[in-house]
DNA sequence: TCAAAAGTGTTCGGCTTACACCCATGA
DNA sequence: TCATGGGTGTAAGCCGAACACTTTTGA
């Protein structure tokens, strides 16, 4: 099928060349629910279709600093953690050319909104995790993916203050905790766990407004 | 840097092309080690440098369908189990191109060896994991990506049989497993954990040739 | 018959799970 | 003052780690 035989394009890479797009699915905690930023397209293919933002990789770039663009630009976010997710590479995955796509996830925290639509973008939203529309592309399977990394993650690593504000309370992250896995945990078991992760600061302040009076803790260093 | 805004690119991806490759670490166990395959490049860049198998992505293929003809071409081996390990994307990573790789490994078994060297390639040799030449491009930190994921795999699953003759003794397992994840593990326990995991099969025969006359296992299904 | 490897069970400690009451605060 | 949510400890079960002797076989 290919024209040139992988042996030796193993070395002299003269092959044929290929778009690479990176894509990065962007979740946020607002409003006790797991949100993730999706953005409508305005031109063909898939126009008036939402998709997980993207864009091709830059010509000096390499992936991460190019879906750090991607987000500067659709939402002034200038720093954050990715995660590499997957490549997809389905033949006929865009239907007008071949694109080979990288996917990412980030984490923002709820402070920072996305702006306005730009470009060939109609329209740019924060979606519940649990009343999506049909993503355009192969998007759908893009997102399975990029959730299944962050449980999986969060199981391992615990503590993602990377979603909420500065401060937070236990019970804050515990719902955080309890909507990306989407099951009930124990408060008492997790508040131990996290605790003795030696992870968290209490900063002796309480939250106010709050019935209860909780303790607002914060991310050592 | 790049000519074209990345969200300009997010819809349309008119922007610049790249070659994308595909690096296969193929890791086997022989002799009572891991192994791995490497090959010898006979042209500039890093000429006769040890590298990891690889090659460019063929314009009608998948990925995986890519990193199979590479391996095809080597070894012969037409069928296996491949992983996806990362992206890399240095824009320096290769001296004379721009070239986005993607790493994978695969597990293959000692029956199958690799064949002759063919093309641009001088030399083609199986590799201790413990007595490793310097690597060319920036393949020693995509073999150790590569490895950490593989170890990583195996304490998640556990059964690794690809590695193995269809048929083998549990001390094969164990002495394989203490390879790849280099620390010793307790005979009891070991058995105790595989067992109970329900994927063997006991074929009720016993391999000759061996003091104390060890049972042969093999995979279900 | 002897040396080498296979095969087998039990105990202990730590971690995870389940579970209920009192306290602080805002309304 | 009352309703809501915050904060806390203990017991039981499960899993992983440590550990030694007997059986089988090849030499």
Redesign the pocket.
């Known amino acids: 099928m290919s024209k040139v035989g992988p042996l030796d394009t193993a070395v002299s890479l003269d092959s044929y060349e290929c778009t690479i797009a990176v894509e990065c699915c962007v979740f946020g905690f607002q409003e006790n629910e797991l949100k993730i930023l999706l953005v409508k397209r305005g031109i063909e293919p898939f126009k008036d279709n939402w998709v997980i933002p993207g864009g091709a990789m830059g010509e000096g770039k390499t992936l991460t600093q190019s879906v750090l663009a991607v987000l500067e630009n659709l939402t002034g976010i200038k720093q954050l953690n990715l995660e590499q997710v997957a490549c997809y590479s389905d033949v006929e995955r865009h239907p007008v050319k071949r694109v080979v796509s990288i996917s990412f996830y980030a984490l923002v925290k709820p402070e920072n909104y996305p702006v306005i639509p730009k470009n060939y973008i109609s329209d740019i939203k924060w979606f519940s995790i649990n009343d999506l529309p049909q993503l355009g592309f192969d998007h759908d399977q893009l997102l399975e993916d990029a959730l299944k990394k962050l449980r999986s993650n969060l199981r391992d690593h615990f503590v993602f203050g990377e979603l909420l504000p500065d401060r937070f ?4 992250l515990q719902d955080l905790y309890e909507k990306i896995l989407d099951e009930e945990l ?4 997790f ?3 996290i605790l003795q992760m030696d992870l968290l600061i209490d900063t002796n302040e ?1 939250k ?8 607002l803790f914060e991310m050592k260093k």
């Open positions: 309370t236990l019970t804050e124990d408060r008492r078991n508040r131990k766990k309480k106010a407004g709050v019935k209860g009076g909780p303790t």
